[in-house]
């Protein structure tokens, strides 16, 4: 894939662009493959680990989020990312995004002139908008969210709103995120919903999943359909009773994994994913699927009873030690692990050393990057 922001060096972002993408995959098995072997070696459980053929992603057209920083002036307004300087870089032309994000970008520039949205100065710490944020759907629906320093522009965006959805059929979810802090991340903890529909619903495999403002879903859609398509295979091969879906964010393992005779918990401490997955459970009548707000670590140490799997799908620093430890004490038989960081699997691998890796796949959810997640069926040895 070509990419002129990366060719004028506007954008480095992805770090792989211009490598032929069979060669991005390939390294990415290989040092998947490298850091599990050692993981297991050191637990003496390597042997018998099956790898599966990777996933491939789309090149290009497969992000379905975009996270774009507000820079330049009311009248010229960028939305992108900020050079070193603190300058505004416009990246509305990115290739990566799905075809409605690339689509309602320019109308949003449009908007902030329209709404007369200052951009947000950050070497001055002056100005109103932060960034904002598009989420697509599988059925092309769109949410918008505009973080804001304060509650100042909200009448002005609640004013000029309906020009945009007049413009954008698809726009069905918008809100504006206070930030009124001056740090570096992407939005705050308080939403103003500004639409009455509230979630974007994000259609899975057939398996309908609610999404709020502040809910995270995997950015590559289609991969994301085939993690939990392999995380369904290996739970209905187990056939367990009882499965545990930790950090399960808006409940995509935990719905995937539903059956009449099993009982699925899926933890998480977003109250926001933990509303959107009730209502998506709600939705498809999954009367044994339970999800609570909750650490995911506390839950699993105070409780009284153990299921017989658990899905983990845990943040880039990984399970930790003391959820490694409950883990590998418990009667938990089988774990399904997905990682975003393969050094992190590797070291709680090593620090469960009685669950054995039997299966895993790398599934290439960040094309023209290092990233990718790695999915490992492990059961006692």
Not at 86 to 108: E, F, H, K, S, T
Not at 286 to 314: H, K, M, Q, Y
Not at 350 to 371: E, G, I, K, S
Request: charged share 20%; glycine share 8%; aromatic share 6%.
């Amino acid at each position: 894939m070509h990419c002129s922001y990366v060719a004028a060096e506007r954008c480095r972002s992805c770090t792989l662009m211009g490598r032929p993408y069979d060669e991005q995959l390939d390294a990415k098995q290989r040092d998947a493959a490298r850091a599990l072997g050692g993981a297991a070696a050191a637990s003496a459980a390597g042997a018998g680990l099956e790898w599966l053929a990777p996933v491939a992603s789309r090149e290009s057209g497969f992000r379905n989020k975009a996270k774009m920083v507000v820079g330049g002036t009311v009248a010229q307004p960028t939305v992108g990312i900020l050079d070193a300087e603190g300058q505004g870089v416009d990246l509305r032309g990115c290739g990566l995004y799905l075809p409605g994000i690339r689509a309602i970008l320019p109308l949003l520039a449009e908007f902030v002139t329209r709404a007369a949205l200052t951009p947000y100065d950050v070497r001055g710490r002056a100005g109103e908008l932060k960034n904002i944020l598009v989420t697509e759907s599988p059925d092309g629906d769109l949410m918008v969210r505009f973080v804001t320093r304060s509650q100042e522009p909200v009448a002005r965006i609640r004013k000029h709103l309906p020009t945009l959805q007049e413009a954008v059929p698809h726009l069905v979810v918008v809100s504006v995120n206070l930030l009124p802090e001056h740090k570096a991340v992407l939005e705050g903890e308080r939403e103003i919903l500004l639409t009455e529909q509230e979630t974007l619903l994000m259609r899975v495999n057939e398996v309908g999943m609610h999404l709020r403002p502040q809910s995270f879903f995997q950015t590559n859609t289609e991969v994301a359909a085939a993690l939990y398509r392999q995380a369904r295979d290996w739970v209905s091969e187990l056939a367990p009773s009882s499965v545990w879906d930790l950090y399960c964010g808006v409940g995509g393992f935990a719905l995937h994994s539903a059956g009449v005779d099993r009982e699925v918990i899926g933890i998480e401490t977003s109250a926001d994913a933990v509303a959107s997955a009730q209502l998506s459970a709600r939705d498809a009548g999954l009367g044994r699927v339970t999800f609570l707000v909750d650490d995911a670590t506390e839950f699993a140490t105070r409780s009284a009873a153990a299921p017989e799997l658990v899905i983990v799908n845990p943040p880039r620093r990984g399970l930790g030690q003391e959820l490694c430890r409950w883990l590998e004490a418990s009667p938990v038989q089988h774990v399904v692990y997905s990682s975003c960081h393969v050094a992190s699997l590797a070291r709680d691998l090593a620090a469960m050393p009685t669950f054995r890796p039997r299966r895993a796949r790398v599934l290439d959810m960040f094309p023209q990057t290092a990233h990718d997640e790695v999915l490992v069926l492990l059961d006692r040895g």
